[in-house]
């Protein structure tokens, strides 16, 4: 042995002793990723991914004077669960549609 030579350190438990192994339990939460890759149909082809609904752009209405007639005549197109409304300064108002058939029907209306 030289004189820079350093002992190597074994990282071995003496004879006798013990290692305990934690008993908490662990999940993955990747792994439904790995489930729903795996998946395929009766041929064992993949199945596509499902299409995704994006959400449609607000529809910006400007100088709206009286707000309750503007709501009658929307309510006219479409119900009231699949838009809401946000005012905003110089008389316009913001109009969110839920899903892209409401916005079809709104934009044409």
């Not at 400007?62 to 669960?81: F, L, P």
């Amino acid at each position: 042995m030289a004189n820079n030579e350093k002992p190597e350190k074994s990282n071995t438990t003496s004879p006798g002793s013990t290692v305990l192994t934690p008993s908490t339990i662990t999940q993955n939460r990747y792994a439904i990723f790995d489930q729903e890759a795996s998946q395929a149909d009766a041929e064992g082809k993949p199945l596509p991914p499902a299409p995704q609904n994006h959400k449609p752009p607000p529809i910006v209405i400007h100088g709206v004077i009286n707000y309750d007639q503007m709501i009658k005549s929307i309510r006219e197109v479409a119900e009231d669960e699949h838009y809401f409304t946000k005012s905003m300064a110089n008389n316009a108002i913001k109009l969110i549609s839920s899903t892209p058939d409401t916005y079809r029907s709104l934009i044409k209306y």
